[in-house]
């Protein structure tokens, strides 16, 4: 099955306490891209990969760092975090065709 | 930059009743693309319509339809045959040609009554 998979999908942190949120698809997708989705802002793109080894940053990208080694894998990492990063997270891939698919989003809950 | 409005916070329709929920956006791009996606509880982001700008059919998902207005930047969904299962978050969001990233607006949350 064609799909966008995101590790874990719920986690409590403590600020400070660096962070991994893992993101894989199987679809030999070349674009990828994380969001975060807060109440009453909708989705905000956070990094994007055109492609392995590159990567750029969306809107909101403080506090985030990314890499693309693989084109399967693009984890969201979170050095040190803080509670105005508790958010939902969400991973998506693009292939030829101009539609993004989701995985099924990170809550994260920085205390 | 491109921005995406949507001005119903929430909305409401009793089932098998016609909804329609508003999108305008803002846009010196001639080529694009605009999407609807629905959030369930589950909080999945599911593709539910995809318009591309250059066309001037709107496009159409089984009861799901666009009304889309390229000279007045509104890109408004309606569902037919509402049903419960339809309850959700909806988004609007646009995508300019060739750039991959997606503009959200806020969200418009739909609640169908039995």
């Known amino acids: 099955e064609a799909q966008v998979t995101q590790n874990p999908r719920y986690l409590i942190t403590v600020t400070g306490k660096k962070l991994t949120v893992t993101c894989s698809q199987n679809m030999n997708h070349e674009y990828m891209s994380w969001y975060r989705q807060d109440p009453g802002l909708g989705l905000r793109q956070i990094y994007y990969s055109m492609n392995v080894e590159v990567t750029d940053k969306g809107d909101v990208p403080e506090g985030y760092k990314v890499s693309r080694k693989e084109k399967r894998n693009f984890p969201l990492i979170l050095e040190s975090p803080s509670p105005n990063q508790t958010s939902l997270y969400f991973c998506?891939?693009?292939?030829?065709?101009?539609?993004?698919?989701f995985g099924p989003g990170t809550r994260l809950l920085v205390l | 930059a491109q921005t995406v409005t949507q001005s119903q916070p929430e909305m409401s329709v009793q089932e098998a009743e016609t909804v329609t929920l508003s999108c305008t956006y803002d846009t010196s791009e001639n080529n694009y693309y605009l999407f609807w996606y629905k959030q369930p509880p589950s909080r999945q982001m599911i593709l539910v319509i995809r318009q591309e700008a250059y066309k001037q059919q709107n496009a159409t998902e089984n009861r799901f339809s666009v009304n889309f207005q390229k000279a007045a930047k509104s890109f408004s969904l309606k569902i037919s045959d509402s049903q419960l299962g339809d309850t959700a978050m909806y988004f609007c969001a646009f995508m300019k040609l060739n750039t991959d990233k997606l503009i959200f607006g806020t969200g418009t949350r739909l609640q169908v009554f039995p």
């Open positions: 998506a891939s693009k292939g030829s065709v101009e539609t993004q698919y």
